[in-house]
């Protein structure tokens, strides 16, 4: 790959990181439970509220590790990128094509 291209790259990663970090750090608790609990135990019983609000929490942890996952490959693809070895299959060592990194930047294998 060309300078121009790995750099171009490295912009797109940059922002996706920007992005899942965004994401990752802006949930309140409210948003985290989704509606007011009071509000949702005037429709259902108290302990049904308390169930959805801890199903909703649940939720969110899932997403978290999510988040954490999609930061730690945009992480690894930077520094690959910083030592020279983007666009190298981890695996067989060959290139991984340019097509296949468009669609997934992050991406460490050819197949």
């Given at each position: 790959m060309n300078e121009e291209t790995l750099v171009q790259i490295k912009r797109r990663?940059?922002?996706m990181l920007d992005e899942?970090?965004?994401?990752r750090n802006?949930?309140?608790?409210?948003?985290v439970i989704g509606i007011n609990?009071?509000?949702d135990m005037k429709l259902t019983s108290p302990e049904d509220a308390v169930n959805?609000?801890?199903?909703?929490?649940?939720?969110?942890h899932v997403l978290d590790a999510r988040y954490d996952v999609s930061l730690f490959e945009i992480?690894?693809?930077?520094?690959?990128?910083n030592k020279?070895?983007?666009?190298v299959c981890?695996?067989?060592?060959?290139q991984i094509e340019p097509s296949v990194l468009e669609v997934n930047p992050t991406t460490r294998i050819c197949k």
């Open positions: 990663l940059l922002c899942a970090l965004q994401a802006h949930k309140s608790l409210d948003e609990l009071a509000e959805r609000a801890l199903q909703r929490v649940a939720e969110s992480e690894l693809a930077i520094d690959r990128l020279g070895t983007y666009g981890v695996m067989c060592r060959g």
